[in-house]
C-alpha cells in the first residue's frame, strides 16, 4: 500500500510558540485529513482537506493541501498546554475518508513544556 | 449521541485465551472499521464492513476474526490471544466517503 512519511516524530517546544508539521507521500492523493489523539483518547478530526491548494483554518490551527497533491501541512499558532497529543495525518485516494484506500502517518507527538 | 463505543476498555489475557471486542456506533454509519496502534507504528488496519454481512481484510488480519451482523455493531474476536496482538485496539466508523470517527480504544495486554 502506499505510505506517508510524517514529521517530526516529536516535538518539545514552549507554550506560546508555533508548531509546523508534515506529511509527504511518493504518491498522488485526493484527501487529507488531520487528526488529534489525547492521551487515552481515539484520534478526533481536526481537519479535512479535499482540493489541491486548499487552506483551512480551525481556530488556531491551519492545514494545507500540497499542489502537488503529495504532501500536507498543519500549523499551530501560539500553543497551549492542552495542544499536547499525537497528532496523525491520513491521506485517502478517494474524494473522503471512509474504506480502504485510507493511509495514515506514524504520528507526531507534540509535548509542550509550560 | 454517544459516537462510537467500544467494550471493555481494557482487558489482560493469558496467551492462547480468546476474548471479542465489541463496538457499536449510533451514527447509522454504513462502514465501520477495526485498527490496531502499537507505539511506532502509527494506526493498521485489521478488518473493515462496507454494511452489514460484509467483511474485508486489511493490512494485519492475521490471527483476528470480524462480524457485522447488524449495522451498529462490529466485532473484533481473537480465537488465541497472543503476546504479539497486545496493543491498543480503535474501533472507527463513516459514511462511504466521509472522514472516520473513532471511538475511545481497548487497551488490551496479553501474557
Known amino acids: 500500500g502506499q505510505q506517508l512519511n510524517q514529521s517530526p516524530q516529536s516535538m518539545f517546544i514552549q507554550e506560546g510558540e508555533d508548531v509546523s508539521m508534515n506529511c509527504t507521500s511518493s504518491s498522488i492523493f485526493n484527501t487529507w485529513l488531520w487528526y488529534k489523539q489525547d492521551p487515552g483518547e481515539g484520534p478526533v478530526l481536526l481537519i479535512a482537506?479535499?482540493?489541491?491548494?486548499e487552506l483551512t483554518s480551525n481556530g488556531r490551527l491551519t492545514a494545507q493541501f500540497g499542489i502537488t497533491r503529495k504532501d500536507s501541512f498543519l500549523n499551530i499558532s501560539a500553543s497551549i498546554p492542552s495542544d499536547v497529543g499525537i497528532y496523525f495525518c491520513?491521506?485517502?485516494?478517494?474524494?473522503?475518508?471512509?474504506?480502504?484506500?485510507?493511509?495514515f502517518g506514524k504520528g507526531t507527538h507534540l509535548i509542550i513544556q509550560p | 449521541n454517544a459516537g462510537v463505543t467500544q467494550t471493555p476498555k481494557f482487558r489482560v489475557l493469558k496467551t492462547g485465551q480468546s476474548m471479542t471486542l465489541l463496538c457499536a456506533q449510533d451514527m447509522n454509519h454504513e462502514y465501520m472499521y477495526w485498527y490496531r496502534q502499537d507505539p511506532g507504528m502509527g494506526l493498521r488496519l485489521i478488518h473493515y464492513?462496507?454494511?452489514?454481512?460484509?467483511?474485508a481484510k486489511g493490512e494485519v488480519p492475521d490471527g483476528y476474526n470480524v462480524s457485522r451482523l447488524k449495522k451498529q455493531n462490529f466485532l473484533l474476536g481473537l480465537e488465541s490471544a497472543a503476546p504479539s496482538q497486545t496493543s491498543v485496539y480503535f474501533c472507527?466508523?463513516?459514511?462511504?466517503?466521509?472522514?472516520?470517527?473513532f471511538g475511545n480504544g481497548t487497551r488490551l495486554t496479553v501474557t
Open positions: 472507527a466508523s463513516s459514511y462511504s466517503y466521509s472522514p472516520l470517527h
Open positions: 491520513a491521506g485517502h485516494e478517494g474524494k473522503g475518508g471512509g474504506a480502504d484506500g485510507l493511509t
Open positions: 482537506l479535499y482540493k489541491a491548494g
Open positions: 464492513s462496507v454494511g452489514e454481512g460484509t467483511t
